[in-house]
């Protein structure tokens, strides 16, 4: 093919009706077809993908983009010529994308507006229709967010026949309760969606007379020819054939290679690649930025130049390829914004030897983006592009191909975002409790951010990063602070600047600007401070203040003239995985894949779809119950990403086991009168157990650590695998569905279902929590938990009861109370008396119930109940029922049950 275009002009013997043309390569030979389409066709991307999903809503905004490129012809390599009749059917570059988080559907009218939120990963099949046989398959799916991109698929078709090929997208989803939803509105939504390309199969060529093609042979006089024996006729005959020929191929040559690229140039433009197969989006992320950059690969492009009013064409080299690049550089926002100043990144495109610059991109600080585009000739084939990325020295890459990325000084950049940070303790006023002095100033800290680079500082050195505090300083009010004695006061005001110290991890901070974004006439001006530390550590901020203030003119002199206040505050960041697999050797098995061997165990590594079986639930740890998720498997990883991927070595396997407390941590129960020492988390060992064998996970984890994932390499298959906490001294292994502490309710039912109807208006709250160790009680022998109820009330606003009988609303009573009311906590199945914590206490016709606690088992599920008493009297005034009961005692229930068991 890269030979280019030809002609030639042969003299043949006969009328050539019977003309054909053969080709012949692997020991096969095929003969030329009549309206046949070009071996080889490609779709272009797809606006969207028709709905298939229910009708019952007309529009759905799914933003879902398909592309189905087709291929169909004799030979594949790799998959050699097809059999005699056959012809090879490649589905290669097909994906989905979606851009949007979620989902909109609208009613028929186009009126009510639903999101829905992605709650799974998404699924596409591809199918050939009439094709029953299961295509060969080369890797797997790829899912990338909500998009897909299609492993190569290839099946054997009829060579005559017209082939459909259809792409079906299906992603689940749940309805967003925050957002406005008619009623009625289905809890889940499955976006499906799809779309098709009709690949038209071959008619054989008819002969003249319309009937199949075929051989036609006719009797031809020998004597005719005999002129061909003179050999000056035969001489000019030849000479005037090669020359007809060679003008032929040196035209077909130069019409050929008129819009063909030189290896190494570009033009600026935005071409569309006609034969285009592949067309991907990458991210590079730098500080301050973020370049997004799509690469689409072909041979063949164009463009409309609207100022010529023409058609711009261009062909690749010789052996070579088209790059059409567009990219964007987004400007970070917030506290990221900042760390890069003016500096520009250097986009370039690379393939064997030759490399071209696309872009020296840089956002200036009034644009949140610039974006650009560039069409590029490269050698080699797409297999050897790479995208390169060099910011102040530094470089990073990907694959075009693999997606692939080499990160390098910018990998801390990638990380996953964490669970936040947790306060630490704030001195905020004098140590001495009894001192005269209350302050009115503050330690000020926004927070902490990590960057490998940082603007007048450049990159950090080798396995360090910047950590940024922003926002740090001194926030005083108008008197600084107070001085009482009896009846003797003094106000204070500040003098002079505050003194601020800024440490992490004990490292003070020796480099400050002023906060970015700071209005210049803001009162309490503060400051960012930068330290150098170790790449991913747990990082401890603690901010100090000292205020000097002096003692207000015409206060009581009897208070001090000056005093200084030292206040501080401070946050805890955990430690931040990085985003390469790190592999910890320790195991003791021959190598697998990515040298791995059983006892390893493997940060930072992320599952693709269908890698694992998961097994979700909840385990016991110290202060509350834990979500974690189990994954065995016996590869992890994609082999195009950063970490790659990792296989078990034979005879074991991998197990991922990922936590994450703010997924339905909702706070311990606090026994009342606990310490301060019962009342700090006391930490939980994690440890996997399979096969006969323990594995550490986590030492001590507390619920502010955030969460966390792991990888272990373990013997034998892993089907027994399951993790252990260890909480004082005991272990424990079940997992429990649903959530560890149940919400209140709004109202009580009628205990007794009497035949009148009462308006008692009486609201319920009952709040439940099961778990091991509770502050004040410690943790629960083992097969058992503690359940407490705690903060339950049973609440009246109106003074009166007004009761109807059954079926007559015109017969009503209205009653008084007489009495206090009480209320009883039960546990059904329980019979031992709970421990109860102080007393229940009413207020007016309201009861706001004790903590109480019981040991219940571990496995099984248990129902509460909570019950509400009134005793009234009838008010015969305000009454229109004759007959009625002179008394009325107001009994109302209701109960929640944990789901366990």
Excluded at 240 to 265: I, N, Q, W, Y
Excluded at 621 to 631: D, E, H, K, R, W
Excluded at 683 to 697: A, I
Aim: contains cysteine; aromatic residues 6%; charged residues 20%.
């Amino acid at each position: 093919m890269a030979d280019g275009a030809a002609s030639v002009t042969l003299v043949v013997a006969g009328d050539a009706s019977d003309a054909r043309l053969e080709s012949s390569f692997g020991g096969r030979t095929f003969g030329s077809v009549a309206g046949s389409t070009p071996t080889r066709t490609v779709s272009s991307s797809y606006p969207g993908c028709e709905d298939r999903s229910s009708k019952t809503w007309r529009t759905t905004h799914s933003w879902v983009t398909c592309t189905l490129p087709v291929y169909r012809g004799v030979y594949v390599p790799g998959l050699g010529i097809a059999p005699a009749g056959k012809e090879w059917l490649v589905v290669q570059g097909a994906n989905t994308t979606r851009e949007d988080g979620y989902v909109s559907v609208y009613d028929a009218h186009d009126k009510a507006d639903v999101d829905y939120a992605p709650t799974g990963p998404p699924t596409v099949s591809v199918t050939v229709d009439g094709v029953s046989a299961k295509p060969r398959v080369a890797g797997r799916d790829r899912v990338l967010g909500d998009g897909v991109r299609v492993a190569t698929r290839a099946w054997l078709v009829p060579a005559t026949d017209s082939t459909t090929v259809r792409l079906r997208y299906r992603l689940p989803t749940t309805l967003v309760p925050a957002h406005s939803n008619p009623a009625g509105t289905p809890a889940t939504y499955l976006v499906d969606v799809s779309t098709t390309t009709t690949y038209p199969g071959a008619k054989r060529r008819s002969g003249r007379n319309g009937s199949p093609g075929h051989n036609v042979h006719r009797d031809v006089n020998t004597h005719e020819l005999r002129w061909w024996r003179r050999r000056s006729v035969i001489a000019v005959a030849l000479l005037l054939v090669a020359a007809v020929a060679l003008s032929a191929v040196l035209f077909g040559r130069h019409e050929a290679d008129k819009d063909r690229m030189a290896v190494g140039e570009s033009r600026q433009g935005d071409y569309a690649l006609s034969d285009g197969s592949f067309n991907q989006t990458y991210h590079f992320a730098v500080p301050g930025a973020t370049l997004s950059v799509s690469a689409a690969v072909g041979h063949e492009a164009s463009m409309v130049d609207r100022a010529a009013g023409e058609l711009v064409t261009a062909d690749a080299p010789s052996g070579g390829q088209l790059v059409q690049l567009h990219w964007t550089l987004f400007r970070a926002t917030g506290e990221d914004a900042f760390t890069a100043g003016s500096h520009a990144s250097r986009l370039v495109v690379r393939s064997q030897q030759t490399s071209v610059l696309v872009a020296s991109a840089g956002v200036a600080p009034a644009r949140s983006y610039s974006e650009g585009e560039r069409l590029v000739a490269l050698s080699g084939d797409l297999s050897q592009l790479q995208l390169t990325l060099t910011f102040e020295g530094r470089t990073q890459s990907i694959s075009v191909a693999t997606g692939q990325r080499q990160m390098g000084a910018f990998a801390p950049l990638y990380r996953p975002v964490q669970a936040g940070r947790a306060p630490a303790m704030a001195q905020e006023q004098p140590r001495d409790p009894s001192s005269p002095f209350v302050w009115e100033c503050r330690a000020a800290l926004r927070g902490m951010t990590r960057t490998p680079y940082l603007d007048g500082l450049g990159w950090a050195s080798q396995g360090h990063e910047w950590a940024v505090v922003s926002a740090a300083g001194a926030q005083v009010a108008g008197p600084a602070a107070r001085w009482t004695d009896g009846d003797h006061a003094a106000s204070y005001t500040a003098v002079g600047t505050p003194g601020v110290s800024v440490t992490v991890n004990g490292e003070r901070a020796t480099t400050s600007r002023r906060t970015a974004g700071l209005d210049d006439d803001d009162p309490d001006p503060t400051r960012d401070y930068v330290v150098p530390i170790r790449t991913g550590v747990a990082a401890a901020v603690r901010v100090g203040v000292v205020v000097s203030a002096e003692r207000d003119p015409g206060a009581d002199t009897r208070a001090p003239a000056r005093t200084t206040m030292r206040v501080t505050t401070g946050m805890d960041f955990p430690a931040v995985p990085d985003p390469r697999s790190q592999v910890s050797r320790t195991g003791w098995s021959p190598q697998g894949g990515h040298g791995t061997r059983v006892g390893d165990r493997i940060e930072g590594l992320t599952a693709s779809s269908g890698q694992l079986t998961e097994q979700h639930g909840y385990l016991p740890v110290a202060f509350g119950a834990l979500p974690i998720t189990v994954g065995t498997g016996t590869t992890i990883g994609d082999p195009d990403a950063g970490g790659g991927e990792v296989r078990a070595p034979d005879g074991a396997s991998l197990v991922q086991v990922s936590w994450d407390p703010k997924l339905g941590f909702g706070g311990p129960a606090v026994w009342p009168g606990s310490s301060a020492r019962d009342r700090r988390d006391p930490g939980t060992d994690l440890t996997l157990v399979t096969g006969g064998h323990r594995y550490p996970l986590a030492k001590a984890f507390v619920m502010a650590d955030g969460a966390a994932s792991v990888t272990l390499v373990v013997a034998g298959d892993a089907s027994d695998a399951r993790v252990e906490s260890r909480v004082g001294g005991s272990s424990f292994t079940s997992t429990i569905s649903g959530e560890a502490r149940d919400g209140g309710y709004p109202g009580c039912e009628d205990t007794l279902k009497t035949s009148t109807q009462s308006n008692a208006d009486v609201s319920c709250t009952l709040p439940v929590y099961r778990g091991v160790y509770v502050p004040g009680l410690g943790v629960a022998p083992d097969g058992k938990e503690w359940l407490v109820v705690q903060g339950a009330s049973a609440t009246r606003v109106d003074q009166d009861v007004t009761v109807y009988a059954t079926h007559a609303d015109s017969k009503r009573a209205v009653y008084t109370p007489t009495g206090p009311p009480t209320v009883s906590v039960t546990v059904d199945g329980v019979s031992a008396k709970p421990r109860v914590a102080g007393s229940d206490t009413v207020i007016g016709d309201s009861v706001q119930a004790a903590t109480r606690a019981w040991l219940v088992p571990a496995t099984n599920s248990t129902t509460v109940r909570l019950r509400y008493r009134l005793p009234t009297e009838i008010v015969p005034e305000d009454s229109h029922w004759p007959g009625a009961p002179t008394t009325h005692e107001v009994d109302v229930s209701t109960a929640t049950t944990d789901g366990r068991g």
